[in-house]
């Protein structure tokens, strides 16, 4: 079974930055796709970014797009959302995702296409 821890959420100024980490264990990280979710109160939860296996290959979600960036070390079994220019719609729980069969980029971009879930990190941007 694997597990999936994030950290590095907390309160942040508009305009500021954060990065953000989810720990894996329990599986086998380099042949997961990874992604980054996140869901603001009142609101679904929605696709942030997502990586290929090798690191090569991203998506993102046109709202991030030029300010976040997705990344992974398979060597310490992480990936990372570096969150730069962070406005106030970026406030929300961010969750990890890691999908064991890589479907293409259109279902990567889904929820239900992942397979193991992280418990979240609130990110709070203040302005």
């Known amino acids: 079974q694997v597990q999936l821890v994030e950290s590095g959420g907390r309160l942040v100024q508009a305009g500021g930055s954060l990065r953000l980490s989810c720990a894996a264990s329990?599986?086998?990280?380099?042949?997961?796709?990874m992604g980054w979710f996140r869901q603001a109160p009142g609101k679904p939860r929605e696709f942030v970014a997502a990586?290929?296996?090798?690191?090569?290959?991203?998506g993102y979600a046109d709202s991030v797009k030029g300010r976040f960036t997705i990344s992974r070390d398979n060597a310490k079994n992480t990936v990372y959302l570096q969150m730069n220019i962070i406005v106030a719609e970026d406030t929300a729980v961010y969750y990890c995702?890691?999908?064991?069969?890589?479907?293409?980029?259109?279902?990567?971009?889904?929820?239900?296409?992942?397979?193991?879930w992280g418990q979240g990190t609130q990110v709070t941007v203040s302005s």
């Open positions: 995702a890691a999908d064991r069969r890589f479907m293409g980029w259109a279902a990567a971009r889904t929820s239900g296409s992942y397979d193991y």
């Open positions: 990586l290929s296996t090798s690191g090569v290959t991203t």
């Open positions: 329990g599986g086998t990280f380099s042949s997961y796709v």
